[in-house]
């Protein structure tokens, strides 16, 4: 571990592998920034899930009036065709 809780890694697995276990090191240091970044990337969707929330039911809000309002005329067309037969 290197300053700051950093790893460091001394052989080059492309270049130099001077032992066996380089390339397994490496492999399991980039692992480990796999899994750091996954666990940063639930976090912040974490962090957007209660704004997503909101944003749906918005939308469901917002739709819901929208058939509301739409109801007279598909109301008004079935009356027109019942007279119609």
């Known amino acids: 571990m290197g300053p700051?809780?950093?790893r460091t890694?001394?052989?080059?697995?492309?270049?130099?592998i001077k032992e066996p276990e380089c390339?397994?090191?490496?492999q399991l240091i980039r692992l480990d920034m796999l899994v750091g970044g996954?666990?940063?990337?639930l976090k912040w969707y974490a962090k957007l899930a209660p704004l997503q929330?909101?944003?749906?039911k918005y939308m469901q809000r917002e739709i819901e009036?929208?058939?509301?309002?739409?109801r007279w005329k598909i109301a008004e067309d079935d009356e027109?065709?019942?007279?119609?037969?």
């Open 4 to 6: 700051g809780g950093q």
């Open 9 to 16: 890694f001394k052989c080059d697995p492309f270049t130099n």
């Open 23 to 26: 390339l397994a090191k490496w």
């Open 38 to 41: 996954n666990q940063q990337l």
């Open 53 to 56: 929330d909101k944003i749906f």
């Open 65 to 70: 009036d929208l058939d509301e309002t739409e």
């Open 80 to 85: 027109q065709e019942e007279d119609a037969l």
